[in-house]
């Protein structure tokens, strides 16, 4: 299994963006689908971005679709989630996480190695 | 959007007890469903992909089975660090989507 770290958490205002990073230190996840997932603390998880291994393909939950952007670099072996104008309802601990396939033409399979995640806070 | 349900959304049960944990999804969804633990504080770990193969390093006290829109994880004797929060996901159609959660507790 992949080791993944991700950063680029905190506290910020409504309104305001961030930019959340996944790497994995000693490792490569570039024939690897790609995804974000998330979960309010003491909630259950809400899956809300993927990639495919080349990045050509994008899909969204509609609830950060037009907000949030996936987005992957396999040269420096990282993924990013910029989130824009976030409201206080996208506060959770952010996970990254690989697929074993390359997410070709939507065709995903499971999640198999995450991140410890990143908690980000909206809040004014 | 497929509606994944989960029950029960707890249980209590004692160490060497056999546990199940239903999904159903809200359409048929073939094989692609799969089951994760979470413990507090904690990344989710994959146990069990495409309903029934276990995935690598996962102990064989845990199963899956089920197909189309009725799916069950089962554990045949629980373990101490079997007490974690446990989850079904399909990967049928995005969005894709999660259950609610299944806590299991110690009785």
């Known amino acids: 299994q992949m080791q993944l770290v991700e950063s680029g958490g905190g506290v910020v205002q409504p309104g305001r963006s961030l930019r959340l990073s996944c790497t994995a230190p000693g490792d490569t996840f570039s024939n690897y689908a790609m995804y974000w997932v998330r979960q309010v603390p003491g909630k259950g998880l809400e899956w809300v971005a993927v990639?495919?291994?080349?990045?050509?393909?994008?899909d969204y939950a509609d609830s950060v679709r037009g907000r949030f952007t996936i987005s992957r670099d396999n040269a420096k072996n990282a993924l990013y989630l910029q989130m824009n104008s976030l409201r206080t309802e996208d506060t959770a601990v952010y996970y990254c996480?690989?697929?074993?396939?390359?997410?070709?033409?939507?065709?995903?399979?499971?999640?198999?190695?995450w991140g410890q995640g990143t908690l980000v806070t909206v809040s004014s | 959007d497929i509606q994944m349900t989960q029950s029960p959304s707890s249980l209590s049960a004692s160490v060497g007890d056999r546990v199940t944990i239903t999904c159903r999804a809200s359409q048929s969804i073939s094989t692609y469903l799969n089951w994760y633990h979470q413990k507090p504080g904690k990344a989710p770990n994959l146990l069990i992909y495409a309903a029934s193969s276990l995935h690598s390093g996962v102990p064989s006290r845990f199963s899956g089975s089920g197909s189309g829109t009725d799916f069950t994880l089962t554990i045949s004797s629980l373990q101490p660090e079997d007490f974690a929060t446990y989850y079904c996901?399909?990967?049928?159609?995005?969005?894709?989507?999660f259950g609610q959660g299944t806590k299991v507790e110690i009785k």
């Open positions: 996480a690989t697929d074993v396939s390359k997410g070709e033409d939507g065709d995903y399979n499971w999640l198999e190695s």
């Open positions: 996901q399909q990967s049928y159609s995005t969005p894709l989507t």
């Open positions: 990639t495919s291994y080349d990045g050509s393909s994008r």
